[in-house]
């Protein structure tokens, strides 16, 4: 199996770095500074793997092999879906440094509307300001950068329109489609169940519009 251009790159890293096996399998490399930036010697490295992949992949005369958000995608421009307008998101929330997990997603994201002529949003999802700093937001808009991607003027912050989002919820409470749960964080963790049990109705699940609203 052909690797992508990212894909190898990641690769190249985790190599070089000889990162734990266990960490990879447990999901816990978190790194404890900004993305990539403490090892500057591995950076040309990683660009000119990953410039050269990207070359040979374009001299290759086969069909591209498609995963299943490009036949998505593919599927809705050929219907026609949002005259032909691809548009996507990062959405990261700046309550630490990114991972290798989040360095896959900036180059799906990014790299899917660059694909196809689109654009992709930059969204933070700064809805826990307890756990948030700012150091984290410039810290994640490098990262981007270092990546070789921008998103131009299209910077935005969930808080900004925290009463948009509001409304929403109104919206959905009066269609009937959403309600307000009193219980505890806990509680709710504990009603949610598992792939092999099933989840717990909430007490508050059939109260009126009204009472929600109240």
């Not at 950076?43 to 990207?54: A, C, H, T």
């Not at 026609?80 to 896959?104: C, M, Q, S």
């Not at 694909?115 to 992709?120: N, P, R, T």
Request: overall charge negative; proline content about 5%.
């Amino acid at each position: 199996m052909q690797l992508s251009a990212e894909s190898s790159a990641i690769q190249g890293m985790i190599i070089a770095f000889q990162v734990p096996r266990r960490h990879l399998q447990t999901g816990r490399f978190v790194k404890k500074a900004p993305l990539l930036s403490f090892v500057p010697q591995f950076r040309v490295f990683l660009y000119s793997s990953s410039k050269k992949q990207m070359k040979e992949s374009e001299e290759i005369t086969k069909p591209e092999s498609q995963h299943f958000i490009e036949q998505f995608i593919e599927k809705d421009l050929s219907e026609g879906k949002n005259d032909g307008r691809v548009h996507t998101r990062f959405p990261p929330e700046p309550n630490g440094y990114l991972h290798i997990g989040h360095a896959k997603a900036i180059c799906l994201d990014f790299g899917m509307a660059e694909k196809y002529g689109g654009k992709c949003n930059l969204r933070f999802d700064d809805t826990n300001p307890t756990k948030e700093e700012v150091e984290y937001v410039d810290s994640i808009k490098e990262d981007i950068k270092w990546l070789g991607f921008t998103w131009e003027d299209r910077e935005y912050y969930a808080s900004d329109y925290f009463g948009k989002l509001w409304n929403f919820a109104v919206l959905l409470i009066n269609r009937g489609l959403a309600y307000v749960d009193d219980q505890s964080a806990e509680t709710i963790a504990e009603q949610k169940g598992t792939p092999t049990q099933p989840g717990t109705e909430s007490p508050y699940r059939n109260r009126s519009i009204e009472e929600n609203l109240d």
